[in-house]
């Protein structure tokens, strides 16, 4: 079993996506491990993207993140990482297919609804940044 990060963004809470998102992942099978509904301090925005750091659009980014409100979650199984990033879709979603979150519900690059951990080890990083020893695996969810 694996755990992912996910990130509904502010575009995503503003449209109300919150419940559709949900029933998405519930559906295909991932379980609900941790879920916060809060604003981002801009450090903890800057940290979450520090790869991103050097890009021109860095602080567009940031900025976008820090203004409103924002859905963080973690989600368990199987390859929960590549799982949840095919759910998600294309980064752009004008490339993302009909089907997927960012393909069904967004159009821009920079406002494109939902983040996703894009490898294990972002995961561990971003699920610590967020939730720190609580997004940990302890005693098992029930079923
Ligand atoms: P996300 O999966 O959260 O990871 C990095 C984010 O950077 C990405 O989604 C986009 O929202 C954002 N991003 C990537 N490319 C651009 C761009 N050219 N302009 C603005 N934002 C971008």
């Given amino acids: 079993m694996e755990r992912t990060f996910v990130m509904i963004k502010p575009d995503g809470v503003r ?4 419940g559709p998102i949900l ?12 879920m916060k509904l809060m604003r981002i301090e ?19 980014l940031v900025s976008f993140l820090t203004s409103g409100q924002v859905c963080a979650m973690v989600w ?7 799982a949840a990033r095919l759910l998600i879709g294309h980064t752009n979603p004008a490339n993302a297919a009909p089907g997927t979150i960012r393909g069904d519900f967004a ?16 995961a561990d990083r971003e699920m610590e940044l967020f939730f720190g020893t609580d997004a940990k695996p302890g005693i098992p969810s029930f079923d």
């Fill in 15 to 18: 449209k109300g996506l919150i």
């Fill in 23 to 34: 029933t998405r992942f519930e559906q295909k099978g991932f379980k609900l491990q941790e």
């Fill in 42 to 60: 801009r450090d903890k925005a800057e940290q979450h993207y520090q790869e991103h750091r050097e890009k021109a659009f860095f602080g567009e």
């Fill in 76 to 82: 368990e199984g199987p390859n929960a990482v590549a």
């Fill in 107 to 122: 159009l821009e690059v920079a406002e494109n609804i939902i983040h996703g951990s894009d490898s294990a080890e972002s």
